[in-house]
């Protein structure tokens, strides 16, 4: 019953309550859905593996950097309670999936519930598209040679943009906290690597019907965001993904092949990847981090960005830093360097080992007769594979976007952590690290990030 709950969970924050429920979401449905998932799940708290993992005292400081930002940064309360119950929503994804995926089915069924997610706002923007909101006619309330504009067409799923007077397009979005085009690819982006657990050797009609069309719908869907951050994940992924193969220089090519094909395409738009055309961005970061400067422990205060500049940081670094200052920023750090050192080892062929193979205990439809899941070294891997090139989509995005506290962020951190936990079980792998040399390196992290922004922003002041 959680684990169904949990999924319920999912698809209500990612399609809106409105969109789930209908009318009945405003009797605040989801509300009652979260109370009926925190009940089944505290039970199971205990005898979970989730209270020896760095990431849940990660949330829990997060949680309390946010508090303390508003408290002290603008002397509210009760501002600083809401702070917390906007944040919990999206932390709670770690503890559901480290609670109630206990398999690689269940594994299979998220990564299904994300699939289902990115093809329902893709099916319904290009049914939208179909129905009018079609490329070659003036967008309502648009006029050729007007200045730069943005604004809703009559579908939620599609948002006019103009790239310059003379050249304008629609771009695909979700609702609710997808409801950004950019935000939207960013989702897509870690959920195709991720429909590759699907795969199955020697099976090509398999393949075909359930990883191969998904994935073109998929790559279709992230083509029609028209998101420069969500071109940019593709080909860090395909890096990532290729080098062990062909190597890195032989990677760094084919990333640069696919660079040109999506700009022959017309994939951003019409707009320019460059230092140019970022440099309105590359100023927030670097307003940020004069921000953090001057409230260099607790932040500016969590949400409040835009009050200071106008806009948010559009950089998950700078923004996490200056709403919540050194303390909220190393808390971050707390969650990120766990996740991504599980997922490094777990995709290591050299750091797991033949163990013995692991039945699956638990299935959602338990059946009398059915063939037991095995899990192996090789599987491991392959796992831990895909939840890193998930992972590198969500951190290559999240460079050009404020999305440090997302659900997507957790949720991927407590599949990774699941996968970790079966290789952990039968001698696999080495145990985790100590909680002394996690805090110590997570403080390494926060300042290594740091540093990359204020490097990164003198190169490229350099190059203006």
């Known amino acids: 019953m959680g684990f169904v709950l949990s999924i319920l969970y999912f698809v209500t924050y990612y399609l809106t309550p409105g969109t789930v429920f209908g009318p009945l979401?405003?009797?605040?449905v989801e509300l009652i859905l979260a109370l009926l998932v925190i009940g089944v799940s505290l039970p199971q708290l205990l005898k979970s593996?989730?209270?020896?993992?760095?990431?849940?005292?990660?949330?829990?400081?997060l949680a309390l950097a946010m508090f303390l930002?508003?408290?002290?940064?603008?002397?509210?309360?009760?501002?600083?309670?809401?702070?917390i119950l906007g944040f919990i929503p999206n932390a709670f994804a770690y503890f559901l999936v480290c609670l109630h995926c206990n398999s690689i089915k269940r594994l299979k069924i998220i990564v299904l519930m994300l699939l289902f997610v990115c093809l329902f706002v893709i099916g319904h923007g290009y049914v939208g598209q179909l129905r009018g909101v079609a490329e070659g006619a003036i967008p309502p309330g648009g006029t050729v040679g007007a200045p730069l504009e943005s604004g809703p067409?009559?579908?939620?799923?599609?948002?006019?943009?103009?790239?310059?007077?003379?050249?304008?397009?629609y771009r695909l979005r979700g609702q609710g906290e997808i409801n950004d085009p950019n935000d939207f690819g960013q989702l897509v982006a870690c959920v195709i690597p991720l429909v590759f657990i699907f795969w199955r050797p020697k099976r090509i009609l398999w393949n075909i019907t359930c990883v191969v069309l998904p994935e073109c719908v998929l790559l279709y869907g992230i083509y029609f965001t028209h998101s420069r951050g969500a071109l940019l994940a593709l080909m860090a992924m395909a890096v990532v993904s290729a080098?062990?193969?062909?190597g890195t220089v032989p990677s760094l090519l084919v990333a640069g092949g696919l660079y040109i094909a999506a700009m022959a395409l017309h994939f951003t738009g019409g707009r320019d990847i460059s230092a140019s055309a970022?440099?309105?961005?590359?100023?927030?970061?670097?307003?940020?981090l004069q921000l953090l400067k001057s409230h260099?422990?607790?932040?500016?205060?969590?949400?409040?960005?835009?009050?200071?500049?106008?806009?948010?940081?559009?950089?998950?670094?700078?923004?996490?830093?200056?709403?919540l200052g050194s303390f909220g920023l190393?808390?971050?750090?707390?969650f990120l360097f766990p996740t991504l050192r599980n997922a490094l080892t777990i995709a290591s062929a050299a750091k797991v080992s033949e163990g013995e193979p692991i039945v699956a205990e638990e299935e959602l439809f338990p059946q009398d007769a059915r063939t037991p899941e095995l899990l192996d070294k090789a599987e491991i891997n392959r796992l831990g594979r895909l939840m890193l090139l998930s992972l590198t989509g969500f951190l290559v995005t999240g460079w050009f976007l404020s999305r440090a506290f997302v659900l997507t962020l957790f949720l991927l951190g407590g599949m990774t952590e699941v996968v970790f936990e079966m290789a952990l079980q039968r001698g696999m792998i080495a145990p985790r690290m100590r909680l002394g040399a996690v805090l110590r390196y997570a403080g390494v992290l926060a300042v290594a990030l740091l540093l990359m922004m204020y490097v990164m922003l003198r190169i490229l002041n350099v190059m203006h």
């Not at 979401?25 to 605040?28: I, L, R």
């Open 25 to 28: 979401a405003e009797y605040h």
């Open 49 to 61: 593996f989730i209270l020896k993992t760095p990431q849940s005292l990660a949330l829990l400081g």
């Open 69 to 83: 930002s508003i408290l002290i940064g603008m002397h509210w309360l009760r501002g600083a309670a809401v702070s």
């Open 153 to 169: 067409t009559e579908t939620p799923y599609l948002l006019r943009q103009m790239s310059n007077p003379q050249d304008w397009f």
């Open 243 to 246: 080098r062990e193969r062909i």
């Open 278 to 288: 970022g440099g309105d961005r590359t100023a927030l970061w670097g307003e940020s």
């Open 296 to 323: 260099p422990l607790f932040g500016v205060g969590f949400g409040t960005l835009p009050d200071y500049l106008g806009l948010t940081s559009h950089n998950s670094v700078a923004v996490c830093a200056a709403e």
């Open 330 to 334: 190393y808390f971050w750090s707390l």
